[in-house]
């Protein structure tokens, strides 16, 4: 039961981390979190323990927890690790593409193109990113590359509102560069584009270290 209310409790949060309804460095307040959930202050611990394994939440003894804050010089360092795992991980996963695999990606490549504000528009991307990873069934990578990807998403979804609907296209026809190697099964324009797209986003965000200032509490 204990285990059961702890995963519901971190499925909770990690939602509102990763959707942006608590911000980075905002606290997290045991007390309130028990109280919302009716559970004891144990599950809540274990839950942060879990998010904070994930990269999602930080701990500090005896003092409280938070949710993870990056400044740009580590946002940067996590993109250019990215831009290597990420890329290496699609590599091994377009190779493996069944017929299936990429209808189901082209369905999601069509829910990117149908959504209709900044936030359907990140879940779908998100979604689109993530699935077209696991056809390589290497876990250890996967979740590696799957921590970078949530620790970065409250600043790729503030570039994403800043740069608006026009800007979001662009990276939308990189998508669609994207699908057409996932067709072909061709690893290395996919491993190539791959880069190239994070890389892109790696530059744009250093453009705007506004994104990085904390709003004081």
């Known amino acids: 039961m204990k285990k059961s209310a702890s995963l519901r409790i971190a499925t909770s949060l990690r939602e509102e981390i990763l959707d942006g309804v608590r911000q980075p460095g905002e606290r997290i307040r045991q007390e309130i979190v028990a109280e919302e959930f009716g559970a004891s202050r144990l599950p809540v611990r274990e839950a942060l323990r879990m998010l904070e394994s994930d990269g999602l939440v930080t701990l500090v003894a005896n003092t409280g927890a938070w949710v993870t804050a990056m400044d740009l010089a580590e946002c940067t ?5 990215r831009e290597r795992l990420d890329s290496l991980l699609l590599s091994c996963a377009v190779v493996r593409y069944t017929d299936e695999d990429v209808e ?3 369905r999601l490549l069509l829910a990117i ?3 209709t504000d900044v936030t359907t528009y990140l879940a779908a991307d998100r979604e689109f990113h993530l699935e077209s990873y696991k056809p390589a069934k290497m876990e250890n990578l996967y979740s590696m590359v799957k921590r970078m990807w949530d620790s970065t998403q409250h600043y790729r979804r503030t570039y994403s ?3 608006g609907w026009e800007g979001l296209q662009i990276t939308h026809s990189e998508h669609k560069l994207l699908f057409e190697a996932f067709k072909h099964r ?4 996919a491993e190539r584009l791959m880069f190239s797209h994070l890389r892109r986003t790696r530059l744009e965000l250093a453009r705007h270290p506004e994104i990085f200032e904390r709003k004081s509490n």
């Not at 061709?186 to 324009?189: L, N, P």
């Open 104 to 106: 189901h990606l082209h």
């Open 186 to 189: 061709d690893a290395e324009d």
């Open 161 to 163: 509102q800043l740069i």
């Open 77 to 81: 360092e996590t993109y250019l690790i």
């Open 113 to 115: 193109e149908q959504a």
